[in-house]
């Protein structure tokens, strides 16, 4: 079975308020981490009409920071389906209320994981790529799973070679004491 990305896409926007705000009187990321993950699991959930479980999230990097009082738009939706696995990309969006001017405050990667009943993974539906855009997220996720699989087993402990890896070292703001 195959469904069109359109129908299962999901989008929120809430406003932020004093008790979301940090030290410095900006929106914590933590919070907006904990909106993100609700999105992704509600456009996953929406996509394979099961639980789904946050398996790994891709990159987050916080490009703009984020007023009280500003509204935030958080829009989701899956890029890549695997058997029962969903990367399902969502972009954080914070506007002016006052002004109307919007920024893009972040976009990250959140890899899904459909579950039965009782906790085991269940097949998710394909998606229908219909655009140029559609097949460069699928591709993009592809070499990113890529990406992860090779910097995890370069790094494996019991593969890791020290020396391999000092001259990265040389100039960075450490002091070695081996």
Request: glycine share 6%; aromatic share 6%.
């Amino acid at each position: 079975m195959f469904k069109h990305i359109k129908d299962s896409q999901i989008t929120i926007t809430e406003l932020m308020l004093p008790s979301h705000s940090n030290f410095s009187g900006k929106i914590h990321g933590g919070y907006i981490l904990n909106l993100m993950d609700q999105v992704a699991f509600a456009c996953a959930s929406k996509h394979s009409r099961h639980y789904c479980v946050t398996a790994s999230v891709n990159k987050v990097d916080f490009l703009n920071p984020i007023d009280v009082g500003e509204l935030v738009t958080l829009k989701a939706s899956v890029n890549y389906t695997g058997r029962t696995s969903m990367v399902v990309g969502v972009r954080v969006e914070a506007e002016n209320i006052q002004t109307g001017k919007k920024k893009h405050c972040n976009s990250s990667y959140f890899t899904m994981v459909a579950k039965d009943e009782n906790g085991k993974n269940v097949p998710v539906p394909g998606i229908i790529l219909n655009s140029e855009q559609t097949v460069r997220r699928f591709a993009r996720s592809i070499a990113r799973q890529e990406q992860a699989k090779n910097r995890s087993s370069k790094f494996k402990s019991s593969e890791f070679k020290m020396e391999d890896h000092l001259d990265a070292l040389k100039n960075q703001n450490l002091k070695l004491e081996l």
